[in-house]
């Protein structure tokens, strides 16, 4: 993909401790945030509470608002290799939108997770939304491409084939690497619970030229 | 896909007028709640601030709490044949998750929908996750392979081409059924902006076979 380079993230002279206190804060914050639109989708309150909850939420909204600079949360890095995307869709601790998705490493090629995923991410009735699979892989994939972030890749194709429906509640999901050749990575991976793989995938992931030498050794990984 | 069926959907005796007035109050509210979302992401407010926005949170939260069924919001229909998925997580009214996508049927096979990204659906630095489009357009070619809600689909295979980054903001994705063949449904999709598609795709749809003659027709469509 062309329009990224290495100056797209920024370096913030953040020690690694600071960020992880701001990151265990905002953990805290956004799970707050996480029941609230969980509850908006299933409250059957009267329109009394509904106006009460929604002058509160607006009472929320506007002191964060007191300072918030334009534009998306980012990608940052410290000088001690430690990087953050709080904003990010699937892992950042400040975007409600994600579970946010944990990852293991279980060896250089292989990473797996587990996560809760509620009301939130329904497609079919009482089943998680199939282009929600596709989202969580995706992610998974691009971060077992970096095979722990010692590359940065960016996702090239990504074919899903959906075998049955995946009910929302615990998943696990899966990938590792099935081939390295140059700056390509073949990562296969499937989403799914007790009864299986309820989607499988295969993705072919790229370290884009600017990124085979970069200058700033972080841990930024995938690009997803 | 097995697991899903006609009864998987629920019938409510709910007139389409006041479907559709729930629809309009919920717009509103689930917006203020993408509005907090979006705060919660960019806001550099201090801890005293932050700690009262919580509180004023978790107050609403509780408000919304007093009547809140456990389970998701589900699928419904009407004997009007309109339906409704309030929870769904790209389309649904009640659900922050989605932004939410508003399809607009060009013809029977050429759906497309205009939709503003902002902070919350962040991948690599400014630029939509990668795995959001992959959500995004596997709603928009399910809905699509259901010409107008005329049958209902299941996806089978999604092929994801990614081409360039996709800067947050204003994109623009379309979708086309290419091919019919009985029970399959071949869907072309790109997403993008003014300079052009940034992911292409390719999707096999398949019409279950207990959803060939449904007893009851609703305008359900896509089981996405």
New interface residues.
Partial sequence: ????SMS???FEPLPTAEVEAAEE??T???D??R???D???????D?D??S???A??????D?????????????HYNDQGRSW??????V?V????APPVRLTWDDDDLVHAEVEL??????????V????S??????LM?ETASSRHTKLT????????????L??GRVRMEARIAETSGRKVTVTAWIGNDNGPAVEATGLFIVPRWAENPEVVTDIGS??
């Fill in positions: 993909m062309s329009g990224l797209s993230f920024s804060r905002f805290v914050f956004t707050e945030v029941r609230l639109m509850l908006t989708i299933r409250s059957t309150v329109e509470r509904l009460q909850a929604e509160l939420i607006r009472q929320a909204a002191l964060l608002a007191e300072s918030a600079p334009p534009g998306p949360a980012g990608v995307n709080w904003g990010n869709a699937v950042g400040r975007n409600a939108i509620g009301a939130a991410y329904e497609g079919p009735p009482g089943s939304h199939g282009g929600v596709a989202l969580l892989l995706d992610h691009g960016v996702t090239g194709t990504l074919t899903l084939r959906y075998v049955q429906p009910p929302l690009l997803d």
